[in-house]
């Protein structure tokens, strides 16, 4: 061993030390050590070998929890961007009638407009059950002209262009937009 490494496990008192590749598609990423301080010992193959399973173990939950916050990053600049548009965006569950996401120029127009909120209740003003003309619906039965929502307050009149979206785990989901030119100020 280099004299600096042989310095430093003497400090811990290591007797003897097994150290593990850790690997990430079979590129090596980092060391994985294994140090008895008891005794000066030999590692049996058995033991290294489930030293090394468990470095592997290690090693998964080590890039998972690094590839979960690279797409938790991801999907907040993704959301950043939506919310920087001049246009109105909102995913819609048609099967539930939730809004599972609204950009800030949706909000910001129809304040209600949050995400988790029915939609019949945050576009509508608090209407308790689906709309009579449902926008849902009428996509559901192949009616794409004259499309609009308009606030609870009779004031702004949104023009809107749809589109079938796959959401969270696959989910089909109802993507409704519409630009800024396309809005009516009573």
Wanted: aromatic share 8%; proline share 4%.
């Amino acid at each position: 061993l280099p004299p600096y490494l042989r310095q430093t496990l003497q400090a811990r008192q290591v007797r003897s030390t097994l150290k593990v590749l850790i690997r990430n598609d079979e590129k090596i990423c980092g060391l994985i050590g294994f140090d008895e301080c008891v005794e000066y010992r030999v590692w049996t193959p058995e033991e290294i070998s489930k030293l090394s399973f468990l470095s592997k173990v290690l090693s998964v939950f080590l890039f998972k929890k690094k590839t979960e916050i690279a797409l938790w990053d991801n999907l907040q600049t993704r959301l950043k961007i939506l919310d920087l548009l001049p246009d109105y965006i909102c995913v819609v569950n048609p099967e539930t009638h939730v809004l599972e996401y609204t950009n800030r120029k949706m909000r910001e127009m129809i304040p209600a407009a949050e995400a988790g909120a029915f939609c019949f209740m945050a576009l509508r003003g608090g209407q308790a059950k689906p709309c009579e003309t449902c926008l849902v619906e009428r996509i559901h039965r192949g009616e794409t002209e004259n499309l609009e929502i308009t606030s609870p307050d009779g004031k702004i009149h949104l023009k809107v262009h749809f589109s079938f979206i796959k959401w969270s785990q696959n989910q089909r989901m109802l993507l409704l937009f519409g630009t800024e030119d396309a809005i009516e100020k009573d």
